[in-house]
């Protein structure tokens, strides 16, 4: 019922940009803190950044801070995430996560509930 998926995603050279969104349907989306996280082939999943149920609190992993910009549009129920001056190390699948809010703020390793199937980030030097 619950579904949370990930569109966005492509092929591009290192300094360009990319625009990522998540969709979360079966559930209401400002219940939901958000997340963004990231896989490449043999690794480990790495939480890069979240965003609080009304948006006024995020993090990010110092290895994207300044360059990526989570946000989320309540209205339309929708999750970004900007990523901007993209680097080689950048590409990986990328999924998006939620996690019931607690009220306030966000974790970026919190306890994620949903997760979606990914889209995939590539890009070349």
């Known amino acids: 019922q619950v579904q949370v998926v990930e569109s966005g995603g492509g092929a591009v050279q290192a300094g360009g940009s990319l625009r990522l969104s998540c969709t979360l349907s079966g559930v209401r989306f400002v219940d939901y803190a958000m997340g963004w996280y990231r896989q490449t082939p043999g690794a480990e999943r790495e939480g890069i950044s979240c965003?609080?149920?009304?948006?006024?609190?995020?993090h990010y992993i110092d290895s994207v801070k300044g360059r990526f910009t989570i946000s989320r549009d309540n209205d339309k129920n929708i999750l970004y995430l900007q990523m901007n001056s993209l680097k080689p190390e950048d590409t990986a699948m990328y999924y998006c996560?939620?996690?019931?809010?607690?009220?306030?703020?966000?974790?970026?390793?919190?306890?994620?509930?949903?997760w979606g199937q990914g889209t995939q980030v590539t890009v070349s030097s």
């Open positions: 996560a939620a996690a019931p809010s607690n009220g306030a703020g966000c974790e970026i390793d919190g306890d994620y509930d949903y």
């Open positions: 965003i609080a149920w009304n948006g006024d609190s995020t």
